[in-house]
């Protein structure tokens, strides 16, 4: 077979399948819960428990309270990534916020809220506020 017959018997191929799986809904990413998105971030921090989880509007990021500070996890890809937000720069949008990661491979993300929910997650990532550990109770 000639190679300028394989070569675009294999591209189109490939983009064969990348359309049929885009077309099959196969390449979106599934939107969090709170479970899933606590389960993301046990994935990425096994040793630090979230306390407490606010989902974005459209559900593709949420914000994680933990006992050191606040932390993000979003989706990228078809795979879910977490990151501390210390020294995180947060700022409205007209859409929600955009936070401004310390990171140079993911620089920024860009998170969908109402104007009440960017209120809190403005105060949380800019205050580094966490929810109080609960005190244990006399037996």
């Not at 990348?18 to 389960?39: C, D, I, K, N, V």
């Not at 559900?59 to 210390?86: Q, S």
């Amino acid at each position: 077979m000639p190679l300028d017959v394989l070569l675009i018997l294999v591209v189109g191929g490939i983009a064969g399948i990348a359309l049929l799986l885009q077309l099959l809904g196969y390449s979106r990413a599934e939107p969090f819960t709170e479970e899933t998105a606590r389960a993301a971030w046990d994935r990425a921090e096994p040793d630090v428990p979230a306390r407490a989880v606010h989902l974005s509007d459209d559900r593709m990021a949420a914000l994680v309270e933990t006992g050191r500070g606040p932390a993000i996890v979003w989706h990228m890809g078809a795979d879910t990534t977490a990151h501390w937000l210390k020294g995180a720069r947060a700022s409205r949008s007209n859409t929600g916020l955009r936070i401004l990661l310390n990171d140079f491979a993911a620089p920024s993300v860009r998170v969908k809220l109402s104007p009440g929910a960017t209120s809190r997650w403005l105060a949380l990532i800019e205050g580094g506020q966490a929810t109080p550990p609960e005190e244990p109770h006399a037996a």
